[in-house]
């Protein structure tokens, strides 16, 4: 399936890595489907993006801004563009992919231009000069990734099978996690079926840092404060949530599909479609 995957080690070395782009490119390949790979290599990193076609074309997924020897992946969509380039101000020209909106941001306000992005992404920055690599997740976690370490390398992967190649030695069970499986269908939390591979958590910074990792939550779940009473009126909050949704999630598009089952969830989507939302 289409994803990222890779490894960076800032501490050791990285031997052949044609062969360790190649090998990210081909976990990814699927019978009968053209695929596109974008990568970022370096001394000490390899970054494999695999996309469709009905995905963001490679300029937007992968900006490299090489004065300040920064590189950018992007997994996934931002639903508020409009609002980032805004925020960007005169630094962004018109033209410039949606990587180089967030480059700048990230370059205003740090690790923290996060907590303004909205939408179902992963995204990478590999800050080459500092050894340093940084990965954010949406507030849901909703493009999975999944890491691991050997020695002094962090190899990292939006599916696990991506990992297992890069490992070095074998994985080993985790009889929790998968009795986790067994019980909600899902792992739950860090926590995966293999015992070498965590998952990363929603809202987070996973930063690599010369061989070290860390963690950090960059918000948390919000408080539910001020929320009607009423059932009725319940229901019209939500409702404006799914059309205020949905909006931000087209704004831009031309071209709409809806891949859910065709139920009650889908129809509820497709009705929230605001009618002056020009397709």
């Excluded at 937007?60 to 020897?69: A, K, M």
């Excluded at 931002?78 to 700048?104: H, K, Q, T, W, Y």
């Excluded at 994985?171 to 739950?188: E, K, T, Y």
């Excluded at 930063?207 to 070290?212: I, K, L, S, V, W």
Aim: with cysteine.
């Amino acid at each position: 399936m289409p994803g990222i995957s890779g490894i960076i080690d800032t501490v050791g070395s990285l031997a052949d890595r044609d062969s360790l782009r190649r090998g990210c490119e081909l976990v990814h390949e699927l019978e009968g489907i053209r695929l596109h790979h974008v990568s970022a290599t370096t001394a000490d990193c390899v970054i494999v993006l695999t996309s469709t076609g009905l995905q963001r074309p490679p300029s937007d997924c992968l900006t490299v801004d090489n004065s300040r020897g920064t590189r950018l992946v992007l997994h996934g969509e931002i639903f508020n563009e409009r609002d980032l380039r805004s925020l960007a101000g005169e630094a962004v020209r018109a033209g410039d992919p949606l990587g180089a909106v967030l480059l700048c941001l990230f370059g205003k306000f740090g690790a923290g231009f996060i907590q303004r992005v909205n939408g179902e992404f992963t995204i990478a920055i590999l800050q080459e000069r500092e050894g340093r690599l940084l990965v954010f997740s949406d507030h849901l976690a909703s493009k999975p990734f999944y890491y691991a370490t050997r020695g002094t390398a962090l190899v990292f992967g939006s599916e696990k099978k991506s990992i297992l190649p890069l490992l070095g030695h074998a994985a080993s069970l985790d009889p929790v996690g998968l009795l986790q499986v067994f019980v909600h269908s899902h792992n739950v939390g860090q926590r995966t079926f293999i015992r070498e591979i965590s998952s990363q958590p929603p809202a987070s910074v996973l930063e690599y840092d010369h061989g070290r990792l860390r963690l950090t939550r960059y918000t948390g779940i919000p408080a539910a404060r001020g929320l009607p009473t009423s059932t009725g009126s319940l229901i019209e909050a939500w409702c404006e949530q799914l059309a205020g949704a949905t909006q931000r999630r087209l704004d831009g598009k031309t071209r709409v599909a809806l891949s859910l089952s065709g139920g009650l969830d889908s129809r509820a989507v497709a009705a929230a479609i605001p009618a002056t939302c020009a397709l």
